[in-house]
C-alpha cells in the first residue's frame, strides 16, 4: 500500500472532471520508456519462536527499517514514527502486521528487476541475521491467529482496521495475515491500456494458480491452494473482484474515473494524519459535503490517495497493476513480472494471448476466478479442458514476447530464463502450495513448524 507522510503545499484543487481523468491519461508512455515495477511482501518472524515481532521491540521491525541506512536508505516518518525507507531501489514499507514490501524502483528491464530482488533480499538477510529474524515467502501467514500478530503504528490502517468488519468477514486477515508479488507496467495510449487490461484481468486467474502458495491456516491446511485469493472474495464487494465493466463497449479512463468515484473513501490526509472517512463517498467531497471536512473540496493528491483504495485483481492509476500472486521465493518474485511483461508488452503476444481469452463470458471469467484458490491448475476453463492446458499456451506466448523484446544481459542472455520456474511448475502439474500440502502429510509429519526452512 502507498505510503504518504507529507501535505503537498502546491496540492491543486480539484475543479474539472478532466483533472480525474489525467493521471490515466498522464501515464501513457511511448513503447521504449515502458518500465517494469515490481513489488513483493515477506513475512517477518524471530528465529527463537517464530512469533512475528512488534513495532516498538529491540530488533522489532522499526529496528530492522532503520538498520536499512547502512545500505543508503532514508527513513521515512509519520507521526514521529518510522514507516518506510526510500532509496535508489525504490521504498520498503510496512504492510498492517509488520510484513515488509519493496515497492521496486521502475526498471528497463527483468534482469534488472531480478538484480533490484536479489540486493534486497541479501540486504534484509544480512539485518535479520544481526536481528535473530527470518523473512518468509508464502501468500500467507501459516500458523498465526489474527490476535498473534502486532499491527504497524500507520494511520491508514488503522482506520482500514475499523472499517473492513462492516464489509466483510475476511478483510482482516488480507491485512494482517497475508502477502503478495506485484508488477506495475506501462501502456502507449488509452486502447493499449483497455487491451493489456482486459487480457490481465482475464488471465490474472491464472497467475493465481502458478503462484498458489497459502494452503496452511492457524497450522492446519484450509482447503485451498490460495487461500490469499479466497479473502479478497469476501473483503470488500465495493473495491474488489473481477470488474466486469472493463470488457464492455466503451471502457477506458472516463468509465474507470467513474467506477472509483463509485468506490467508498477511506480516509483524508491532513497536516501529517489521516483522518477517517471510511464509507463515506468522493462524490460528495468534489462537492464540498464530505462530513469530515465541511465545506473542504478534494485536491489532486486526495484523488491519487483514493484511486490507491481499489482492490481489483487488476488496477488502474498511472499504470497497471497485476494482482493475482502470492508470495514466494526469489526465483517466483522474477518469474511473475517476467509472465506479464512477456505477455504485455510485445504486440505480437498481447495480440495472441487476447485471442486466446477474448471470447470468454462475464459468467466464465467469474467461474474460473472462484474455482483457481481451491483448484489452481486444474480449474476447468471456458470452452473444455483446465487451466493446466491454457497454462502451456500462455507460457509459450510470455517467452515468444520475451525473446521478440530482446533485452540482454552482459552474458548475452534475454529474459526467457526468468520463465523456467513457472515451466516447472506447469510440467509437473502441481503448484507450490501442492508442494507443501504433500510435505506437510509426509516428511513433516503434519509439523508446521517445517516451513520455516523455507525462508529467504
Same mark, same amino acid.
Given at each position: ?22 493521471? !490515466? ?149 488480507? !491485512? ?83 467506477? !472509483? ?60 497493476? !497485476? ?134
Amino acid at each position: 500500500m502507498s505510503t504518504r507522510d507529507t501535505s503537498a503545499t502546491d496540492d491543486p484543487i480539484i475543479e474539472s472532471r478532466d483533472q480525474l481523468v489525467a493521471p !490515466m491519461q498522464q501515464g501513457e508512455k511511448v513503447a521504449a520508456d515502458w518500465r517494469i515495477g515490481t513489488e513483493h511482501e515477506k513475512l517477518v518472524y524471530k528465529r527463537t519462536d517464530h512469533r512475528a515481532p512488534t513495532y516498538d521491540e529491540d530488533c522489532g521491525i522499526r529496528d530492522i527499517l532503520l538498520s536499512l541506512r547502512r545500505f543508503g536508505w532514508e527513513p521515512v516518518e509519520e507521526g514521529g514514527k518510522v514507516i518506510a525507507m526510500r532509496g535508489s531501489d525504490g521504498t520498503v514499507s510496512l504492510e498492517p502486521a509488520g510484513q515488509l514490501e519493496l515497492s521496486g524502483a521502475p526498471l528497463e528491464n527483468l534482469h534488472d528487476t531480478c538484480a533490484e530482488t536479489g540486493r534486497h533480499l541479501a540486504q534484509v538477510k544480512e539485518v535479520g541475521e544481526a536481528c535473530g529474524v527470518g523473512f518468509l515467502g508464502l501468500g500467507m501467514w501459516p500458523d498465526k491467529t489474527r490476535e498473534e500478530l502486532p499491527v504497524m503504528p500507520k494511520g491508514r490502517y488503522e482506520i482500514m482496521m475499523r472499517h473492513m468488519p462492516r464489509v466483510g468477514s475476511l478483510g482482516l486477515d488480507m !491485512m494482517l495475515r497475508t502477502c503478495t508479488i506485484q508488477v506495475n507496467l506501462d501502456y502507449a495510449s488509452e486502447a493499449d491500456m483497455v487491451k493489456k487490461f482486459r487480457t490481465g484481468l482475464a488471465l490474472q486467474p491464472l497467475a493465481t494458480a502458478m503462484f498458489a502458495n497459502s494452503p496452511f491456516t492457524e497450522g492446519k491446511p484450509n482447503g485451498f491452494l490460495s487461500y490469499r485469493s479466497h479473502i479478497w472474495s469476501d473483503t470488500d464487494p465495493h473495491r474488489t473482484g473481477m470488474l466486469p465493466f472493463v470488457f464492455e463497449d466503451g471502457f477506458g479512463y472516463e468509465r474507470w474515473t467513474d467506477y !472509483m468515484l463509485d468506490v467508498p473513501m477511506y480516509f483524508v490526509f491532513r497536516d501529517g494524519k489521516y483522518i477517517d472517512a471510511a464509507g463515506h463517498s468522493f462524490r460528495d467531497f468534489l462537492d464540498g459535503r464530505l462530513a469530515v471536512l465541511p465545506g473542504e473540496k478534494p485536491t489532486q493528491s486526495d484523488w491519487w490517495d483514493h484511486l490507491s483504495t481499489a482492490f481489483p485483481e487488476v488496477r488502474l492509476k498511472s499504470f497497471l497493476e !497485476m494482482r493475482g500472486a502470492d508470495g514466494g521465493p526469489w526465483s517466483r518474485i522474477c518469474a511473475l513480472p517476467a509472465f506479464w511483461v512477456g505477455l504485455l508488452y510485445d504486440q505480437t503476444a498481447l495480440d495472441a494471448a487476447w485471442d486466446l481469452v477474448k471470447h470468454w463470458s462475464v459468467e466464465e471469467r467469474e467461474e474460473l476466478r472462484n474455482a483457481v484458490p481451491r483448484l489452481a491448475l486444474d480449474a476447468p476453463v471456458p470452452g473444455g479442458g483446465t487451466l493446466h492446458d491454457l497454462a502451456r499456451e500462455v507460457l509459450k506466448i510470455a517467452r515468444s514476447g520475451l525473446a521478440a523484446r530482446a533485452r540482454l544481459n552482459t552474458s548475452g542472455d534475454n529474459e526467457t530464463g526468468f520463465l523456467e520456474t513457472l515451466d516447472e511448475i506447469v510440467a509437473s502439474g502441481e503448484v507450490p502450495a501442492q508442494k507443501l500440502l504433500r510435505k506437510f502429510h509426509g516428511e513433516w509429519n503434519g509439523d508446521i513448524a517445517r516451513v520455516y526452512k523455507y525462508s529467504f
